[in-house]
């Protein structure tokens, strides 16, 4: 079992993750005027590093958006496990919209959250939902250890005691019965197998839902882990966790825990069908490299995977774009 400092070291991984992101962003590879919010340290990242989030970053936008376009009648639901510092809240407005959003993560992380919410005027009217709703004035909540607002919740707790998360989700509006999207980047890999199955078990009996994942896979290729320093699954097997190991074993843990339909791609595959025409022109264009093998060899370590449920027909036409 896992002890209070490979808790640390996991939770560390968010400032891996945030810094990376900082740096790329810095660079131009996307936007992103939040982000330098959370973090202040810029620690410059190799130039495979930054192509890497980017495509990343641009595969989750995709599918959420999708998600978001699928019906505008009804509210919908996103549950962004392991959110860290994650700002697609603020990226994607999404305040604007008709969506319930709550992120779950380590009580240490989500203070630090909360604290930059509550110091920034940018993040912190970046909650303020817009829509009137006569019935129910906008409420802001931040006592450093959640927020919430009539829409956005910032929860802490552990993804390995999953009733107790779920029983704040139910005491947040969480509905059940609300198309629901769960996100989970880079973070399944981080729990024993029996705990992340739990969740996708929990996200596959809802009737309408779809569940995006990113995280590394082929743990066994140690030539291939070494070579691109790929930190998380290194740090995976200090602390004794196997990762999901392929492509199939990816889908198959979908479609045993409750979905009907499942899909996953190496990035490889994600980088040609989302970095396309002149916008992956100005992409290579900022940073030139000539460590093909390596850049292959990196994108064929993560896995971009989603799965739905039956019920909406409408989400199984989401594709990757
Ligand atoms: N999803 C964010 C992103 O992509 O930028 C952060 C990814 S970071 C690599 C992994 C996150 O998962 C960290 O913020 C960590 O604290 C969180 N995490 C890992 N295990 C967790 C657990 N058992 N309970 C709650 N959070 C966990």
């Given at each position: 079992s896992q002890s209070?400092?490979?808790?640390?070291?996991?939770r560390?991984?968010?400032d891996d993750a945030a810094?990376?992101k900082l740096s790329?962003?810095?660079?131009?590879y996307?936007?992103d005027?939040?982000?330098s919010?959370?973090?202040k340290?810029t620690?410059k990242?190799?130039?495979l590093?930054h192509?890497?989030?980017?495509?990343?970053?641009?595969a989750?936008?995709s599918i959420?958006?999708q998600?978001?376009?699928?019906?505008t009648?009804?509210?919908?639901q996103v549950?962004?496990?392991?959110a860290?510092?994650d700002?697609?809240y603020?990226?994607?407005?999404l305040?604007e919209?008709?969506?319930?959003?709550y992120?779950?993560?380590?009580e240490?992380?989500?203070?630090r959250?909360a604290?930059?919410?509550?110091?920034?005027?940018?993040?912190?009217?970046?909650l303020r939902?817009?829509e009137?709703?006569?019935d129910?004035p906008?409420?802001?909540?931040?006592?450093?250890?959640?927020v919430h607002?009539n829409?956005y919740?910032l929860?802490?707790g552990?993804l390995r005691?999953w009733?107790?998360?779920?029983?704040?989700?139910a005491?947040c509006?969480f509905d059940p019965s609300?198309?629901?999207?769960?996100?989970?980047?880079?973070v399944l890999?981080?729990l024993?197998p029996?705990?992340?199955?739990e969740i996708i078990?929990?996200?596959?009996?809802l009737?309408?839902?779809?569940?995006?994942?990113?995280?590394?896979?082929l743990?066994n290729?140690?030539?291939g882990?070494?070579?691109?320093?790929n930190?998380?699954?290194?740090q995976c097997?200090?602390?004794?966790?196997q990762?999901v190991p392929?492509?199939?074993?990816q889908?198959?843990?979908f479609?045993s825990?409750?979905?009907?339909?499942?899909?996953a791609l190496?990035?490889i595959?994600?980088y040609?069908?989302v970095?396309q025409?002149?916008e992956r022109t100005r992409?290579e264009?900022?940073?030139?490299?000539d460590e093909?093998?390596?850049w292959?060899?990196?994108?064929?370590?993560y896995?971009?995977?989603?799965?739905?449920?039956?019920q909406?027909?409408a989400?199984?036409?989401?594709?990757?774009?």
């Amino acid at each position: 079992s896992q002890s209070v400092s490979d808790d640390d070291a996991v939770r560390a991984t968010n400032d891996d993750a945030a810094t990376a992101k900082l740096s790329a962003v810095n660079l131009g590879y996307w936007s992103d005027p939040f982000i330098s919010l959370f973090v202040k340290r810029t620690d410059k990242k190799i130039p495979l590093i930054h192509r890497g989030y980017y495509a990343r970053v641009t595969a989750v936008h995709s599918i959420l958006k999708q998600f978001m376009a699928v019906t505008t009648e009804t509210f919908k639901q996103v549950v962004v496990l392991g959110a860290g510092f994650d700002t697609s809240y603020w990226l994607l407005k999404l305040a604007e919209q008709r969506i319930r959003w709550y992120e779950v993560d380590f009580e240490a992380v989500v203070m630090r959250k909360a604290a930059a919410i509550h110091r920034q005027t940018p993040l912190k009217t970046g909650l303020r939902v817009s829509e009137d709703e006569p019935d129910a004035p906008y409420v802001y909540k931040n006592d450093g250890q959640q927020v919430h607002t009539n829409r956005y919740h910032l929860i802490s707790g552990d993804l390995r005691q999953w009733d107790q998360l779920k029983a704040k989700l139910a005491g947040c509006d969480f509905d059940p019965s609300l198309p629901t999207l769960v996100l989970s980047e880079c973070v399944l890999i981080y729990l024993p197998p029996e705990n992340a199955a739990e969740i996708i078990r929990w996200a596959g009996s809802l009737p309408q839902s779809i569940f995006v994942n990113y995280e590394q896979i082929l743990p066994n290729d140690a030539f291939g882990v070494t070579m691109v320093s790929n930190l998380e699954l290194r740090q995976c097997a200090l602390l004794g966790i196997q990762a999901v190991p392929d492509l199939e074993a990816q889908r198959q843990r979908f479609l045993s825990n409750g979905f009907a339909h499942a899909h996953a791609l190496d990035m490889i595959e994600v980088y040609s069908a989302v970095v396309q025409g002149a916008e992956r022109t100005r992409i290579e264009r900022i940073e030139r490299f000539d460590e093909m093998e390596e850049w292959d060899i990196m994108l064929r370590h993560y896995c971009f995977s989603w799965a739905v449920t039956s019920q909406p027909s409408a989400f199984a036409d989401i594709v990757l774009r």
